[in-house]
């Protein structure tokens, strides 16, 4: 007979990996969209280059994983932590389909941590918080895409400074070849920061039922995380490609250097400090700070607005939907 633990963890294990690999489709556009758009690379080719940067990017480091295993619910004494990581896991999976079926740039982090963070309270009340972890990383998620708005902004203010007297036509060529090494840089930095939060989640489920006895992250973890991702990833999320890369503003590869280093910036700098950030909001901030630097009017705000709303109603619907579920789960199980 199959232990129901051992049973748990090879669900939680795939519903983690789906979510990975969800995860790769549904943002891979937010890393590659103002390359494509450009014309800097073609689609192929992007989602190609996009696929392989993640998964280096994803076997780079393990803090942010870490951060997810530890800082938002204790794992070592987490009431029914199998029910409470595959509600989590089923909402987060159910919330990033829904948002990729209507194009919408949603947060598949705001998705995950909302879900989690739903599903706990609900099978043990709010005292399953970790709130000194879990407050740090909401307040990553909210300050991020403020910081990469403004440092899209300046970084294209300067560009505007040095390249003034630039012969514009000449200016984007160059500024196009440049692109693909900032489209590859921010498909890197992607890996670090995303792929890392499934393996958090897989890590919690091996402590939860007693596989693993530390928050360090196994190697086989990383690895199959890092391949999920990286299969998401090559099959691309165009309807996403089309809001990001043109719905916000028109983008020409000056402008998309600059978008695309300022997210990386941003993205690689949380990655360091191991806090998860929302590359999606991260990648969206950064380009509409870049418009508002080119020319205000030239941001599509309706858009933005949409996405705004879209990002506000992730980790209450997200937590509500993970509350459902785990009410479901436990009534069969």
């Known amino acids: 007979m199959i232990d129901s633990f051992f ?4 669900i939680i294990v795939i519903l983690a990996l789906v979510f990975d690999f969800i995860n790769g489709f549904h943002d891979t556009a937010n890393a590659i969209a103002t390359a494509v758009s450009t014309k800097a690379l073609s ?6 280059m996009a696929a392989i940067m993640n998964f280096l990017g994803a076997l780079t480091f393990t803090g942010v994983a870490q951060t997810i295993t530890k800082d938002i619910v204790d794992p070592f004494t987490l009431d029914n932590g ?3 990581l595959m509600a989590a896991l089923l909402s987060a999976i159910i919330w990033n389909l829904i948002t990729w079926y209507f194009g919408i740039p949603s947060s598949s982090s705001h998705a995950l941590i909302g879900s989690i963070a739903g599903a706990a309270i609900i099978s043990a009340g709010f005292q399953a918080l970790k709130y000194g972890g879990f407050l740090k ?3 990553a998620l909210i300050l991020s895409p403020v910081i990469a708005f403004v440092v899209g902004y300046i970084i294209y203010s300067i560009f505007k400074i040095a390249f003034k007297n630039w012969n514009l036509p000449k200016t984007n060529k160059r500024f196009r070849y440049f692109q693909i090494f900032t489209a590859a840089l921010q498909s890197y930095t992607h890996g ?3 792929a890392q939060k499934s393996m958090g989640i897989i890590t919690m489920a091996l402590i939860a039922n007693n596989f693993h006895t ?3 992250i196994p190697f086989w973890v990383q690895l199959a995380c ?5 299969l998401g990833t090559s099959i691309g999320g165009w309807k996403i490609i089309k809001t990001v890369g043109g719905k916000i503003m028109k983008i020409r590869p000056v402008n998309g250097v600059a978008a695309d280093l300022s997210s990386a910036l941003i993205i690689f700098g949380a990655t360091y400090i191991h806090l998860p950030v929302s590359t999606t909001h991260v990648i969206s901030s950064s380009i509409l700070g870049v418009g508002a630097s080119h020319r205000v009017r030239g941001v599509k705000w309706d858009t933005a607005k949409r996405m705004l709303i879209t990002w506000v109603i992730t ?11 785990y009410f479901i789960l436990d009534l069969f199980a």
Do not use: Q
């Open 7 to 10: 049973l748990f963890t090879v």
């Open 43 to 48: 689609p192929r080719i992007a989602i190609a």
């Open 82 to 84: 199998s029910l409470v």
């Open 137 to 139: 990383i909401i307040e």
């Open 192 to 194: 670090t920061n995303d």
């Open 214 to 216: 530390t928050d360090d």
């Open 226 to 230: 890092a391949t999920a991702m990286a």
């Open 315 to 325: 980790l209450p619907i997200s937590a509500l939907l993970a509350a459902f579920i």
